[in-house]
Each structure stands twice: as structure tokens, then as C-alpha cells.
């Protein structure tokens, strides 16, 4: 089977975050079983040209250009609009990780018209919104892609509840789809000072004050802990930044900056900790990597992990960000530690499996093309 998965964005910095990386995973994984996969996306930020793969997977990157100061919505490439066409007649399945930008929806729209199977995933990315270019997206292209589609993969109940009002009715072929992780070997035993990590974008959302915010009363309790706060700015920089200096947290607070995916791995095996303050976060890759390696992860009430993380007692979940410290604290115990730190690959393993995301996938691009199959 040949199939063709489409992003927004591909970038050296990471910058489009999870979409990119489940896309990744699931290529990879389409290949290792005998398919033929390869990515579709906008580059940027590329010294010298555009690569023809990511980490392995074929792909196919189109220069970003910025046509309206709208963020990742406001960037598209004319060579990817007039080719788009092209880009899914070879496909026997088109998955296009959906958002409302002008790179994804070209190329859902591409695929409908060329009758080829269309299977979207949206991660979140399109829910009911007030915002004006999201209604005039929503009635041109969004609202048709999503009824004409042989299936639409969701994360959580909150997130077919909002793809069911987007469109003002029920999504019949609407199908849940977990984000999976690859297998990973796990961490060594914690050594060294207590190392806790935040690696996800510096963005509002994400909330990474709060987790500079929680830094002195980790180290009240351990005064040798090293905190790392990677990933890149999407806007929180200077603030993260400026906190650091105002609590004089310069020489303890390592900012390396995005990383890459096998320093990302790299980083979480030294973790005692992962941190992820973010709210009304559906399904974060960065957290299920973690629990891969089994690093203990402390997370938000409104994060789609949460009760997987809860019931198995794979790290900590808090209200707000007064729960971050001491969730932290608890987890530097070295007996939570150790337990929580079982529970987690065990989480990975049994629940978030490629292989088990994978069969449902296969099942679903059968279906896709069986069903686009009988309306020609």
C-alpha cells in the first residue's frame, strides 16, 4: 500500500511539534511492515536545501513562505498548491494531519477530487472557534473535507465532541486513534543530582513559567537539582527568560534550546522527571516518549494523558501550578521513583504501542479504500 501522510510543517527546531512526530512514527512504522509510505510538508529552516527525507521517511518539503502574519495558518508554498494534485495521484491513501492552514487543507481538497481515500487527523487542531479566518476556513474548505472523508481519527471524547460541532452534525466515520510510541530501552537508574525536564514549545499554552515557577521549592528540598527547559519560542521566550533572572535561577535553569529526536530521548533517559504544566493538551507526544523511557511524568488535570498517567501510577497529576513542586518532590523519592518508573513502560508498552496503534491504522485505510471504492 502507498500512502501519503501530509503536515504542515517540517523544521530543524521541531517547531510544529506533535503532528510532525506521530506522522514520523506511523511512516516508519507503515514501513517496517511492508507498505510504502512518505511525508508531505512545508521546510524552513534549513541550511542549504530542503532534505528529500526525516529521519528515514521519504519525504517530499516544499519552502515555507509567510502570505499573512497568521502564524503556522499563514504560511503555504505555490509550488506545493499547484502540485498538490501530483502529490496524492500516486497515494492508494491520502492521511492528511488536518489543520486549517493552507497546506493541508490543498492537499485534503486535492485528494477528494482526485477520488482517492482520504483519511484525516486533526490532534486537536480543529474545534469549534470564534476567530474569524477559523469560520471563513471552516465554510470553505474545513466543514467539506471533514463530511467527504472516509474517516476522521480523534484522541479523545472532547475531541469528536468538537469535530462534531465544527461540521453541525455526527461524524459517522469518525474512529479513535491513540497516539502511539515506538519501543524504547529503558532508562538507566537515576544518578547524580535530581534532573527534572520540561522539552516542548515556549508557548503560552504550555505554561513554562510554571514550571520556573516551581524551581525554588524543588530546591528548598534539593538544593543540587538541575533543571533543564528545552524547546522552541513560539512567543514565551523573553518571559521565561526574564523570570529566570528575577528568581536568580540563571546558574540552575539550562536552556539548550529545541532538540533534536534523539537528543529529546537522550534528555529523558538522564530525567528523574519529566514536567509538562501545559493545559487543555490533548495527546502529548513529548509525554508518552517519556513514559517509553521510563521517566516518571508530572502533568495537568486537562491533559488527555492524565487518567492513563493517574490509574497507572505512572507519575503525577495536579490541578494548577501549585501542584507542580510538590509532584516533583514526591517523585524524587527514590522508591516512588523506581515504582513510578515501572508503571510507565509498563503504560507505553501495553497502551500506547505502535503496534497496536498500527493494526488499527491498517484497519482503517482498508476501510477508506472499500468505502471510496464503492462511491465511484
Keep these: 500500500m502507498r500512502v501519503l501522510h501530509a503536515v504542515t510543517l517540517h523544521s530543524p527546531t521541531h517547531a510544529f511539534g506533535g503532528p510532525v512526530r506521530v506522522a514520523l512514527n506511523l511512516c516508519r512504522g507503515l514501513a517496517a511492515r511492508g507498505h510504502t509510505a512518505r511525508l508531505v510538508a512545508l521546510g524552513d529552516g534549513f541550511d542549504g536545501p530542503l532534505p528529500t527525507e526525516v529521519e528515514g521517511v521519504p519525504a517530499r518539503l516544499y519552502q515555507a513562505r509567510s502570505i499573512l502574519?497568521?502564524?503556522f495558518s499563514g504560511i503555504t508554498s505555490p509550488a506545493l498548491l499547484a502540485g498538490a494534485t501530483g502529490l496524492v495521484r500516486d497515494a492508494d491513501v491520502v492521511h492528511v494531519h488536518l489543520a486549517r492552514d493552507l497546506v493541508t487543507l490543498p492537499v485534503a481538497l486535492a485528494a477528494l477530487r482526485a477520488g482517492k481515500p482520504l483519511v484525516l487527523q486533526t490532534h486537536g487542531m480543529v474545534d469549534p472557534s470564534d476567530r474569524l479566518l477559523a469560520k471563513v476556513l471552516d465554510a470553505v474548505a474545513v466543514r467539506r473535507v471533514l463530511r467527504r472523508s472516509s474517516a476522521v481519527l480523534y484522541l479523545t471524547g472532547h475531541e469528536r465532541k468538537g469535530l462534531d460541532a465544527v461540521v453541525g452534525g455526527i461524524l459517522e466515520q469518525s474512529v479513535r486513534l491513540v497516539n502511539g510510541v515506538p519501543a524504547q530501552d529503558p532508562r538507566p537508574a537515576p544518578a547524580g543530582p535530581p534532573r527534572i525536564l520540561y522539552a516542548a514549545r515556549l508557548q503560552?499554552?504550555?505554561?513554562p513559567r510554571d514550571f520556573v515557577a516551581a524551581v525554588p521549592e524543588i530546591l528548598h528540598r534539593h538544593p543540587d537539582a538541575e533543571f533543564v527547559l528545552a524547546g522552541p519560542d513560539e512567543g514565551e521566550r523573553a518571559a521565561v527568560?526574564?523570570?529566570?533572572?528575577?528568581?536568580?535561577?540563571?546558574?540552575?535553569?539550562?536552556?539548550?534550546?529545541?532538540?533534536?529526536?534523539e537528543r529529546m530521548l537522550?534528555?529523558?533517559?538522564?530525567?528523574?522527571?519529566?514536567?509538562?504544566?501545559?493545559?487543555?493538551?490533548?495527546?502529548?507526544?513529548?509525554?508518552?516518549?517519556?513514559?517509553?523511557v521510563g521517566t516518571p511524568a508530572v502533568v495537568t488535570t486537562s491533559n488527555g494523558l492524565a487518567r492513563d498517567i493517574s490509574e497507572a501510577g505512572a507519575g503525577r497529576v495536579v490541578e494548577d501550578a501549585a501542584g507542580l513542586a510538590p509532584a516533583v518532590l514526591d517523585l524524587l523519592d527514590p522508591a516512588g521513583n523506581d515504582s513510578a518508573s515501572v508503571a510507565a513502560r509498563?503504560?507505553?508498552?501495553?497502551?500506547?504501542?505502535?503496534?497496536?496503534?498500527?493494526?488499527?491504522?491498517?484497519?482503517v485505510y482498508g476501510t477508506a479504500a472499500r468505502y471510496t471504492g464503492s462511491q465511484a
Design 346 to 363: 509498563k503504560l507505553a508498552t501495553e497502551a500506547f504501542s505502535m503496534d497496536a496503534v498500527l493494526d488499527t491504522l491498517l484497519d
Design 241 to 261: 527568560d526574564a523570570l529566570i533572572a528575577e528568581l536568580g535561577l540563571t546558574e540552575r535553569v539550562t536552556r539548550p534550546g529545541p532538540l533534536s529526536a
Design 266 to 292: 537522550e534528555e529523558l533517559r538522564r530525567a528523574h522527571v519529566y514536567v509538562l504544566p501545559s493545559v487543555d493538551e490533548p495527546f502529548p507526544m513529548s509525554v508518552l516518549e517519556s513514559l517509553s
Design 204 to 207: 503560552a499554552r504550555k505554561r
Design 69 to 71: 502574519p497568521l502564524g
